[in-house]
């Protein structure tokens, strides 16, 4: 399973950005983002968990955020509206073999595969 992550940016309070996560190889699963912000532990965003589109959100996105994939189901999306200085970070997209109770797998740790990060910067 390989990912690659795209659509980051520098965008200004309130603006909205949608960041894109190419799936090749098998599809896990379960598909997901994190983010990461130097000297902190890579912070769950979302989860999607393919069979049946169930979705999972940290509570600091949740309402603003939103994430999905095509119906090919090869490429999963953040839709990222509302954006605050606080969402700054290198935004990393995940996958996982089978599908899981989402709110069991926000750890990282949890996670089989990974992107490379895409930079989100939001300026005040």
């Known amino acids: 399973v390989q990912l690659q992550a795209s659509g980051g940016g520098l965008v200004q309070t309130g603006d909205s950005l949608r960041l894109s996560c190419t799936v090749s190889?098998?599809?896990?699963?379960?598909l997901g983002w994190f983010r990461q912000v130097p000297g902190k532990e890579r912070e769950f965003v979302a989860a999607?968990?393919?069979?049946?589109?169930?979705?999972y959100y940290s509570d600091s996105v949740k309402g603003r955020f939103t994430i999905s994939t095509d119906n090919a189901k090869t490429t999963a999306y953040l839709q990222m509206n509302s954006l605050k200085p606080e969402d700054t970070a290198v935004y990393y997209c995940?996958?996982?073999?089978?599908?899981?109770?989402?709110?069991?797998?926000?750890?990282?740790?949890?996670?089989?595969?990974w992107g490379q990060g895409t930079q989100v910067t939001v300026s005040s």
């Open positions: 995940a996958a996982k073999d089978g599908g899981h109770i989402l709110s069991t797998v926000t750890s990282a740790r949890h996670w089989d595969y």
């Open positions: 190889g098998r599809t896990p699963g379960t």
């Open positions: 999607f968990r393919r069979g049946d589109k169930r979705t």
